[in-house]
C-alpha cells in the first residue's frame, strides 16, 4: 500500500469512529455529518508529503447573495476553506480542508477531521436559518 492509501486507511479508521464510510473505487471515502455529504481523498504530493484532502458540501442551490455572507464567515474559520460555486440552480457551498497526513493515529485524526466537519454542520445551520 503506498503512502496515500496508507493516510486513506487511517482516515477510514478514524471516521468509522463516528460515521458509516464508504470507500470508493479509486479509495476515496465517502460519508455524511446529519445532512451534510463529505468526501475524503488522498495524494502523495512528493516523497514523505501525504496530503488528505477533506470536502463538505455545506449547502446547495441558495440564493446568489449568500457570497457575501459566506465571505464574512470565512475569516472566522481556523479549519478550512469556505467558497462557493454558482450554478443555474442556485450558489452552492464547499467547505474545503487538506493537510498533512503522515504518521498521524486514527485516534488524533479523527479528531481533526470531527473538528472539520461539525464546522460545515454549523456553518449549514447559520446558513439555512439565514437563506432559506
Known sequence: MNA??????????ALELFHDV???????????HGDVPCAVQGMELAEGLTVLSLTVVVAWDLPG???V???ERAGQG????????????????MLRYA???????PEP?????MLVVSTASQVRGELLSRFS
Open 69 to 71: 455572507w459566506v465571505a
Open 22 to 32: 464508504s470507500v470508493d473505487d479509486d479509495g476515496a471515502l465517502s460519508f455524511r
Open 65 to 67: 447573495d449568500v457570497a
Open 109 to 113: 485524526l479523527s479528531t481533526l477531521l
Open 78 to 93: 481556523l479549519f478550512g476553506t469556505l467558497g462557493v460555486i454558482a450554478s443555474e440552480r442556485g450558489t452552492d457551498v
Open 99 to 105: 493537510f498533512p497526513a503522515d504518521g498521524l493515529k
Open 4 to 13: 496515500s492509501g496508507e493516510a486513506l486507511e487511517a482516515a477510514r479508521k
